[in-house]
Nanobody, 115 residues
Framework: QVQLVESGGGLVHPGGSLRLSCAAS????????MGWYRQAPGNQRELVAT????????SYADSVKGRFTISRDDAKNTVYLQMNALKPEDTAVYYC????????WGQGTQVTVSS
């Protein structure tokens, strides 16, 4: 059974930081392209960041470039999203995604940026 379990969300003031984690089980983690997506109320789910197998390539949404960093630890089957300089518009449910031969999603973790 495949599971992607996100953690690390919460309430933070503008300008603050959070680090999201996604622990995967039931898949050969190193084979998967890992990504983070987010969905704000009334909006479609959008790509935040992805990292290729072997960590050789990353991609980011323009809105988060320079502020967010995706990383992965294949030994721990975990992908991370370091979020700095958070803005109110970053408020959303953040979802972990694993994509290769199949496409898997986590249950999401809420990030709220508010003063």
């Amino acid at each position: 059974q495949v599971q992607l379990v996100e953690s690390g969300g919460g309430l933070v003031h503008p300008g603050g930081s959070l680090r999201l984690s996604c622990a995967a089980s039931g898949i050969t983690f190193s084979r998967y392209i890992m990504g983070w997506y987010r969905q704000a109320p009334g909006n479609q789910r959008e790509l935040v960041a992805t990292m290729s197998r072997g960590s050789s390539r990353t991609s980011y949404a323009d809105s988060v470039k320079g502020r967010f960093t995706i990383s992965r630890d294949d030994a721990k089957n975990t992908v991370y999203l370091q979020m700095n300089a958070l803005k109110p518009e970053d408020t959303a449910v953040y979802y972990c995604n694993a994509r290769w031969s199949s496409n898997f999603w986590g249950q999401g973790t809420q990030v709220t940026v508010s003063s």
